[in-house]
């Protein structure tokens, strides 16, 4: 069965470092594009960006890029974001998702993480 | 990048009605780029259909997709109670964007 499970929920101070993580199981890791997206409280679904953990190349939404990063360490069929200095702004449900196809850097997701709650107040 | 219309915001349905929702993309994204998802409350996101017109796996037949170029259509035959939510459509002929949503709620 593949899972994509995510760590727990975060309370955090802006300024303060964070790095959540999504362990995939049950599939080749390695094999498949792992997408981020953000949802903020009420509204909907914003890509962030993707890692292809075989060899981890990345792209960012313009959005995003340069103030998080994706990453991914395969021995531990893990993928990982993080922020260097959290914003309030940056308060949100933050899901992984697992591209629907094979290689391909163009996809649907078909299984995603139970989400993370970040929340960075003050 | 491509913007995605979802319309209308809310749709008030009785449980066995039909459900029609549309989503405009302001590009084409082709006739293979285009995916619906399902989110309940408290839940992620499920993908319902892909490639415009594809039902994912173990999703009923209820549920249809249609559509190419800017213009796309996803059809609950026959609301049933498990069926209100929130569905949001996607593009991935490019960067992957969202719509902003449509609720369907009990009227």
């Known amino acids: 069965e593949v899972q994509l499970v995510q760590s727990g929920a975060e309370v955090k101070k802006p300024g303060e470092s964070l790095k959540i993580s999504c362990q995939g199981s049950?599939?080749?890791?390695?094999?498949?594009?792992i997408a981020w997206v953000r949802q903020m409280p009420g509204k909907g679904l914003e890509w962030m960006g993707i890692?292809?953990?075989?060899?981890?190349?990345?792209r960012y939404s313009p959005s995003f890029q340069g103030h998080v990063t994706i990453s991914a360490d395969k021995s531990v069929t893990t993928a990982y974001l993080q922020w260097s200095s959290l914003k309030a702004s940056d308060t949100a449900m933050y899901y992984c998702?697992?591209?629907?196809?094979?290689?391909?850097?163009?996809?649907?997701?078909?299984?995603w993480g139970q989400g993370t709650p970040v929340t960075a107040s003050s | 990048d491509i913007v995605l219309t979802q319309s209308p915001g809310t749709l008030s349905l009785s449980p066995g009605e039909r459900a029609t929702l549309f989503c405009r993309a302001s590009?084409?994204?082709?006739?293979?780029?285009l995916a619906w998802y399902q989110q309940k409350p408290g839940q992620a996101p499920r993908l319902l259909v892909h490639g415009a017109s594809r039902r994912a796996t173990g999703i009923p037949d209820r549920f249809s997709g249609s559509g190419s170029g800017t213009d796309f259509t996803l059809t609950i035959s026959r609301l049933e109670p498990e069926d209100f939510a929130v569905y949001h459509c996607?593009?991935?002929?490019?960067?992957?964007?969202f719509g902003g949503g449509t609720k369907v709620e009990i009227k």
């Open positions: 049950g599939y080749s890791f390695s094999d498949y594009w």
């Open positions: 590009q084409s994204v082709g006739s293979n780029y």
């Open positions: 996607q593009q991935y002929a490019g960067s992957v964007t």
């Open positions: 998702a697992r591209h629907r196809s094979k290689y391909s850097v163009n996809s649907d997701f078909d299984y």
């Open positions: 890692i292809y953990p075989g060899d981890s190349n990345t």
